[in-house]
Nanobody, 115 residues
Framework: QVQLVESGGGLVQPGGSLRLSCAASGSIFSIYAMGWYRQAPGKQRELVAA???????NYADSVKGRFTISRDNAKKTVYLQMNSLKAEDTAVYYC?????????WGQGTQVTVSS
């Protein structure tokens, strides 16, 4: 099992930016597929962005062109750069790690976009 710790959430005005970080434990981070998900009140958890061990990325249509996922294998960390934030981006953001049968989640970090 891998432990994931998210950070970087907070309150930001519409149009602003935040960068989320997810630090992972374990020695084989480089082979994990990593993802960022979010869950707004009353809604199902949804995939925001994902990055494979080889660096291939995938984004939800709602965040394409605004969010960027990246990873630093040396630091065992995955990032989510969020620009041009909108009120509808308000949610708890969760980090996910997957490799083989292993699927781990972080505790989540709140992102609130409001004026």
């Amino acid at each position: 099992q891998v432990q994931l710790v998210e950070s970087g959430g907070g309150l930001v005005q519409p149009g602003g930016s935040l960068r989320l970080s997810c630090a992972a434990s374990g020695s084989i981070f480089s082979i994990y597929a990593m993802g960022w998900y979010r869950q707004a009140p009353g809604k199902q958890r949804e995939l925001v962005a994902a990055i494979t061990s080889g660096g291939r990325t995938n984004y939800a249509d709602s965040v394409k062109g605004r969010f960027t996922i990246s990873r630093d294998n040396a630091k065992k960390t995955v990032y989510l750069q969020m620009n041009s934030l909108k009120a509808e981006d308000t949610a708890v953001y969760y980090c996910n790690a997957e490799v083989g049968s292993l699927n781990s989640w972080g505790q989540g970090t709140q992102v609130t976009v409001s004026s």
